[in-house]
């Protein structure tokens, strides 16, 4: 499983970004691909996560309402619109991939960096 994360970059406090992950190596029906966040000094945290197949999604308390995670199956891309951003939404913003039946995650792709000014 190879996933590419883009998107990333420089923002004022209050706009938007979306981030993209494309995901190849092999079929995803029976995947969770999720959205994960480091900021500097902190340890990796959830945001949110989509389950290929059915298309439901969970957040984090902290971006839910702001943030929304969504799948193109044909592209086999996940992408994560973020909306209100704050300053401490900062942070490297990783995709990952895991079978549904697994807890953790397997695979991980590059970060990409987010920083919103204030």
């Known amino acids: 499983v190879q996933l590419q994360a883009s998107g990333g970059g420089l923002v004022q406090a209050g706009g938007s970004l979306r981030l993209s992950c494309a995901a190849s190596g092999r079929t995803f029906s029976s995947y969770v691909l999720g959205w994960f966040r480091q900021a500097p000094g902190k340890e990796r945290e959830f945001v949110a996560s989509?389950?290929?197949?059915?298309?439901?999604?969970y957040y984090a308390d902290s971006v839910k309402g702001r943030f929304t995670i969504s799948r193109t199956k044909a592209a086999n891309t996940v992408y994560l619109q973020m909306n209100s951003l704050k300053p401490e939404d900062t942070a490297v913003y990783y995709c990952?991939?895991?079978?549904?039946?697994?807890?953790?995650?397997?695979?991980w792709g590059q970060g990409t960096l987010v920083t919103v000014s204030s």
């Open positions: 990952a991939a895991k079978p549904r039946a697994i807890a953790t995650y397997d695979f």
């Open positions: 989509i389950n290929w197949s059915a298309g439901v999604a």
